[in-house]
């Protein structure tokens, strides 16, 4: 008897072999904050180009770029956050302290240049990281939306170059069209208001496969109560992050270890319901050649409800640094005019959450003069559209691969 296939099939693409003279080093980085992070250096005979692949949450140590970077002759820098594969206390202002020891290791290293890929959310913290090396010391934030010090005035080397790969518009952005408004009570992951209910057929939602049919003005309702859903969820947020800061200043005035403790005691926000953006079921919604069904599976009307998804459980100050629209300055649209050095943005054709509408308006803001745009048939993860067809991860490396040749060295990897 055959198993059903997972909910989450698809999402993992094979990765080619590494070319035979390809070295290998692991190396653990100190950030300027005191943080250890950890990245590894693949680099082939002559490479003077390296390409760095980060993601604030992900491990991006095996992904499906690198042995296709590494065989046109390019060594490849995957790193960890501090945050990978745990993105409870995310602050995107912490990460970008990560993102600089690791460029300030590969200049140490002797590369001639540095470029950085971001792929999904890696795009977005990449953007961050080259809006805020480029400022002056004294011109760069120094502390986090929840009002927390962040020192950004040490080095932060300005990359050469920046490649995006189905960048999404943003972890906040990317959650408020993915947060489910029909819940009505925060603390019960099953309350429902009906009127709201993405996955009722009296709201047009179809038989799963099938695409649903969305009446204008249920798309307009639900996204504007998807706005107020994330603003309920500001306001808890701030209140707990000035709950914390109270008691952090009763500690600092009187020294009573009861304030220490509360300042020291976690405060969790739990967001049910994560995966509701009504495009991944109406394929005629900003349409393109997507699959029916979320990043997280073929079937969002059941993930939505399960464990997975995007800031399931985060603390106050990581909601508003990394969830929050409102908050978030990790947004891609905010940071693209300060990425002024040779661009590269490659779209997929079926990507399921960077829309040909993200495509259009992150190509007006990018700031590049040298901006160069690419469309490839292929999911966000980088699959292929159809059976058969060649990976859009595949497609993809060769439209970078070609743009890199023509602005940077690369070595021999054969």
Sequence with gaps: MTAPARLGAGRWIEAAAEPARTTTTAHELTTADGARVTGLLRTVPGARTVVCIMHPRQDVSHHVLVPELLARGYAVWTQGSRSVNNDLSLVHEQTLL?????????????????????HSGGGTL???????????????????PAGRPVDLTGAMPLPDAAVFMAPHPGQGVLLSRLVDPSVTDES???????????????????????????????????RAAQLARVARIDEHAAALVQEATTARARAADGGDPRDRRASLAPRVLTVFRTDADLRSVDLSLDPNERPYGSLFGRRPDLTDYGLVGFGRFSTADAWMSTWSVTTSRAD????????????????????????????????????????????????????????????GASLAAAEIGGWLADRFPAGQPG
């Design 98 to 118: 990560d993102v600089a020891a690791g460029q300030v290791h590969l200049r140490e290293q002797g590369f001639q240049h540095v470029v950085t890929l971001g």
């Design 126 to 144: 990449f953007a961050y990281y080259h809006e805020q090396a480029g400022l002056d010391d004294d011109q760069r934030v120094s502390s986090t």
């Design 188 to 222: 019960d992951p099953l309350s429902v208001d009906p009127d709201l209910d993405p996955w009722s057929p009296a709201n047009g939602f179809a038989a799963p496969g099938t695409s649903a049919s969305y009446d204008p003005a249920f798309v307009e309702r639900y």
């Design 332 to 391: 891609f649209l905010r940071c693209a005019p300060s990425v002024t050095v040779p661009t590269l943005l490659v779209e997929l054709s079926g990507d399921q959450a960077c829309f040909p509408s993200d495509v259009a308006a992150m190509t007006a803001r990018l700031g590049a003069a040298d901006l160069t745009t690419r469309r490839v048939r292929g999911t966000h993860f980088g699959g292929p559209i159809g059976t058969g067809e060649p990976t």
